[in-house]
Protein backbone atom coordinates (compact mmCIF):
# COMPACT_ATOMS: atom_id res chain seq x y z
CA UNK A 1 0.00 0.00 0.00
CA UNK A 2 0.63 3.78 -0.16
CA UNK A 3 4.26 4.73 2.55
CA UNK A 4 3.94 7.72 4.47
CA UNK A 5 6.01 10.07 5.54
CA UNK A 6 6.00 13.06 7.57
CA UNK A 7 9.05 15.63 8.52
CA UNK A 8 9.93 16.88 11.27
CA UNK A 9 8.08 14.37 13.60
CA UNK A 10 8.92 16.99 16.62
CA UNK A 11 8.87 20.66 15.92
CA UNK A 12 9.35 23.18 18.98
CA UNK A 13 8.69 27.12 17.80
CA UNK A 14 8.39 30.51 19.75
CA UNK A 15 4.69 32.25 18.95
CA UNK A 16 5.10 34.42 16.10
CA UNK A 17 7.66 32.07 14.29
CA UNK A 18 6.87 30.41 10.92
CA UNK A 19 6.87 26.54 9.79
CA UNK A 20 6.95 24.10 7.10
CA UNK A 21 5.50 20.76 7.62
CA UNK A 22 6.27 18.10 4.80
CA UNK A 23 4.51 15.16 3.47
CA UNK A 24 5.71 12.72 1.30
CA UNK A 25 4.31 10.20 -0.29
CA UNK A 26 5.03 6.96 -2.31
CA UNK A 27 1.88 6.46 -4.57
CA UNK A 28 -0.19 8.21 -7.32
CA UNK A 29 -3.08 9.58 -5.51
CA UNK A 30 -6.76 11.10 -5.98
CA UNK A 31 -6.71 13.47 -2.81
CA UNK A 32 -5.33 14.69 0.35
CA UNK A 33 -6.08 15.92 3.70
CA UNK A 34 -4.48 17.61 6.56
CA UNK A 35 -5.74 17.04 10.16
CA UNK A 36 -4.70 18.91 13.12
CA UNK A 37 -5.18 16.99 16.35
CA UNK A 38 -5.39 19.66 19.57
CA UNK A 39 -4.30 18.66 22.71
CA UNK A 40 -7.61 17.05 23.75
CA UNK A 41 -7.56 14.88 21.30
CA UNK A 42 -9.78 16.25 18.98
CA UNK A 43 -9.38 15.80 14.91
CA UNK A 44 -10.08 18.99 13.05
CA UNK A 45 -9.92 19.04 9.06
CA UNK A 46 -7.35 21.94 7.63
CA UNK A 47 -7.37 21.22 4.34
CA UNK A 48 -8.72 18.99 1.35
CA UNK A 49 -5.86 19.62 -1.20
CA UNK A 50 -5.40 16.82 -4.35
CA UNK A 51 -3.63 19.16 -5.94
CA UNK A 52 -2.59 22.85 -5.89
CA UNK A 53 -2.64 25.39 -3.25
CA UNK A 54 -5.01 26.47 -0.80
CA UNK A 55 -5.00 29.08 1.96
CA UNK A 56 -7.38 29.73 5.42
CA UNK A 57 -5.78 32.61 7.20
CA UNK A 58 -2.65 32.02 8.55
CA UNK A 59 -2.51 28.46 7.31
CA UNK A 60 -1.48 27.54 3.38
CA UNK A 61 -1.32 23.96 1.91
CA UNK A 62 0.59 23.08 -1.09
CA UNK A 63 -0.16 19.31 -2.76
CA UNK A 64 2.32 18.76 -6.09
CA UNK A 65 1.00 15.29 -6.62
CA UNK A 66 3.02 14.78 -9.54
CA UNK A 67 6.20 14.99 -7.56
CA UNK A 68 4.15 13.20 -4.23
CA UNK A 69 4.50 15.45 -1.40
CA UNK A 70 2.79 18.09 -0.02
CA UNK A 71 3.33 21.35 2.26
CA UNK A 72 1.48 22.37 4.99
CA UNK A 73 2.85 26.07 5.93
CA UNK A 74 2.14 27.89 8.93
CA UNK A 75 3.03 31.30 9.79
CA UNK A 76 2.88 33.19 12.83
CA UNK A 77 2.45 30.65 15.05
CA UNK A 78 0.26 30.59 17.69
CA UNK A 79 0.06 28.66 21.19
CA UNK A 80 -2.80 27.40 20.15
CA UNK A 81 -1.01 25.84 17.10
CA UNK A 82 0.41 23.39 19.93
CA UNK A 83 -1.09 19.58 18.47
CA UNK A 84 -0.37 16.94 16.15
CA UNK A 85 -0.73 17.36 12.44
CA UNK A 86 -1.36 14.43 10.39
CA UNK A 87 -1.61 14.35 6.36
CA UNK A 88 -3.93 11.33 4.96
CA UNK A 89 -3.55 10.86 1.05
CA UNK A 90 -6.52 8.78 -0.55
CA UNK A 91 -4.12 6.16 -3.26
CA UNK A 92 -6.06 6.34 -6.52
CA UNK A 93 -8.33 3.59 -6.95
CA UNK A 94 -8.76 2.81 -3.15
CA UNK A 95 -11.33 4.09 -1.16
CA UNK A 96 -9.44 4.75 2.01
CA UNK A 97 -7.13 7.49 3.66
CA UNK A 98 -3.68 6.51 4.95
CA UNK A 99 -2.36 8.71 7.65
CA UNK A 100 1.21 9.14 8.42
CA UNK A 101 2.64 9.47 11.77
CA UNK A 102 2.40 13.15 12.15
CA UNK A 103 4.29 16.20 13.07
CA UNK A 104 3.68 17.22 17.11
CA UNK A 105 3.66 20.75 17.37
CA UNK A 106 4.74 22.62 20.23
CA UNK A 107 4.29 27.02 20.11
CA UNK A 108 5.67 28.22 23.08
CA UNK A 109 4.81 32.05 24.60
CA UNK B 1 -26.31 19.70 12.95
CA UNK B 2 -24.45 17.59 16.00
CA UNK B 3 -22.07 16.49 13.26
CA UNK B 4 -20.34 12.81 13.84
CA UNK B 5 -21.45 11.44 17.42
CA UNK B 6 -19.61 8.43 19.49
CA UNK B 7 -20.68 7.23 22.71
CA UNK B 8 -19.14 5.87 25.01
CA UNK B 9 -16.57 8.50 25.65
CA UNK B 10 -14.43 6.12 27.77
CA UNK B 11 -15.07 2.54 28.45
CA UNK B 12 -13.12 -0.16 30.73
CA UNK B 13 -13.92 -3.93 29.76
CA UNK B 14 -12.45 -7.03 30.93
CA UNK B 15 -10.50 -9.62 28.78
CA UNK B 16 -13.28 -11.62 26.83
CA UNK B 17 -15.70 -9.17 27.18
CA UNK B 18 -17.96 -7.75 24.34
CA UNK B 19 -19.17 -4.23 23.47
CA UNK B 20 -20.31 -2.16 20.84
CA UNK B 21 -18.81 1.30 20.10
CA UNK B 22 -21.65 3.75 18.67
CA UNK B 23 -21.35 6.20 16.08
CA UNK B 24 -23.52 8.51 14.38
CA UNK B 25 -23.72 11.50 11.58
CA UNK B 26 -26.29 12.90 10.83
CA UNK B 27 -24.95 15.30 7.10
CA UNK B 28 -25.89 12.51 5.08
CA UNK B 29 -22.83 11.23 4.75
CA UNK B 30 -22.69 8.08 2.41
CA UNK B 31 -19.00 7.76 3.58
CA UNK B 32 -18.40 6.31 6.89
CA UNK B 33 -15.02 4.31 9.07
CA UNK B 34 -13.82 3.30 12.13
CA UNK B 35 -9.31 4.18 12.79
CA UNK B 36 -7.75 3.21 15.86
CA UNK B 37 -4.99 5.52 17.40
CA UNK B 38 -2.19 4.14 19.52
CA UNK B 39 0.35 5.94 21.56
CA UNK B 40 2.49 8.09 19.60
CA UNK B 41 1.43 6.83 16.12
CA UNK B 42 -1.03 7.90 13.67
CA UNK B 43 -4.17 6.22 13.03
CA UNK B 44 -5.18 3.29 11.30
CA UNK B 45 -8.25 2.27 9.38
CA UNK B 46 -9.80 -0.52 11.11
CA UNK B 47 -13.15 -0.78 9.13
CA UNK B 48 -15.07 1.08 6.51
CA UNK B 49 -18.22 1.78 4.26
CA UNK B 50 -19.04 3.63 1.73
CA UNK B 51 -23.13 3.14 2.08
CA UNK B 52 -25.96 1.39 3.98
CA UNK B 53 -25.48 -2.41 3.56
CA UNK B 54 -21.78 -2.03 2.22
CA UNK B 55 -18.75 -2.46 4.56
CA UNK B 56 -14.79 -3.51 3.72
CA UNK B 57 -12.03 -4.30 5.84
CA UNK B 58 -8.97 -1.68 6.37
CA UNK B 59 -5.48 -2.31 7.44
CA UNK B 60 -6.32 -3.89 10.99
CA UNK B 61 -9.92 -5.62 10.85
CA UNK B 62 -9.01 -8.32 12.99
CA UNK B 63 -11.13 -8.66 15.93
CA UNK B 64 -13.59 -5.94 14.66
CA UNK B 65 -17.10 -6.35 13.57
CA UNK B 66 -18.98 -3.90 11.48
CA UNK B 67 -22.35 -3.44 9.77
CA UNK B 68 -23.97 -0.30 8.52
CA UNK B 69 -28.22 -0.83 8.11
CA UNK B 70 -28.74 2.81 7.96
CA UNK B 71 -26.88 6.01 6.11
CA UNK B 72 -26.51 7.63 9.94
CA UNK B 73 -25.04 4.65 11.87
CA UNK B 74 -22.20 2.70 12.02
CA UNK B 75 -21.48 0.53 14.65
CA UNK B 76 -18.07 -1.18 15.74
CA UNK B 77 -18.18 -4.38 17.68
CA UNK B 78 -15.61 -5.81 19.69
CA UNK B 79 -16.13 -9.89 20.14
CA UNK B 80 -13.75 -10.59 22.47
CA UNK B 81 -11.65 -8.23 23.88
CA UNK B 82 -8.08 -8.00 24.04
CA UNK B 83 -5.39 -5.89 26.03
CA UNK B 84 -3.75 -5.08 22.82
CA UNK B 85 -7.00 -3.61 21.51
CA UNK B 86 -6.99 -0.72 24.36
CA UNK B 87 -6.72 2.69 22.16
CA UNK B 88 -8.73 5.13 21.15
CA UNK B 89 -11.42 4.75 18.37
CA UNK B 90 -12.23 7.60 16.14
CA UNK B 91 -15.33 7.22 13.97
CA UNK B 92 -15.31 9.69 10.76
CA UNK B 93 -17.66 10.35 8.11
CA UNK B 94 -17.65 12.02 4.34
CA UNK B 95 -19.17 12.32 0.99
CA UNK B 96 -18.04 9.90 -1.31
CA UNK B 97 -17.48 9.90 -5.15
CA UNK B 98 -14.34 8.14 -6.34
CA UNK B 99 -12.22 10.82 -4.36
CA UNK B 100 -12.96 11.13 -0.38
CA UNK B 101 -14.02 14.53 0.56
CA UNK B 102 -13.14 16.71 3.89
CA UNK B 103 -13.18 14.04 6.77
CA UNK B 104 -15.25 14.88 9.73
CA UNK B 105 -14.37 13.42 12.51
CA UNK B 106 -16.12 12.52 15.99
CA UNK B 107 -14.88 12.53 19.57
CA UNK B 108 -13.27 9.41 20.07
CA UNK B 109 -14.07 6.99 22.55
CA UNK B 110 -10.88 6.02 24.94
CA UNK B 111 -11.16 2.63 25.49
CA UNK B 112 -9.06 0.05 28.28
CA UNK B 113 -8.68 -3.64 28.11
CA UNK B 114 -8.04 -4.93 31.52
Known amino acids: GIQVEQSPPDLILQEGANSTLRCNFS?????LQWFHQNPWGQLINLFYIPSGTKQNGRLSATTVATERYSLLYISSSQTTDSGVYFCAPQATGFQKLVFGTGTRLLVSP | NAGVTQTPKFQVLKTGQSMTLQCAQDMNHEYMSWYRQDPGMGLRLIHY???????DQGEVPNGYNVSRSTTEDFPLRLLSAAPSQTSVYFC?????????????FGPGTRLLVL
Open chain 2, 49 to 55: SVGAGIT
Open chain 2, 92 to 104: ASSYEGGALETQY
Open chain 1, 27 to 31: DSVNN
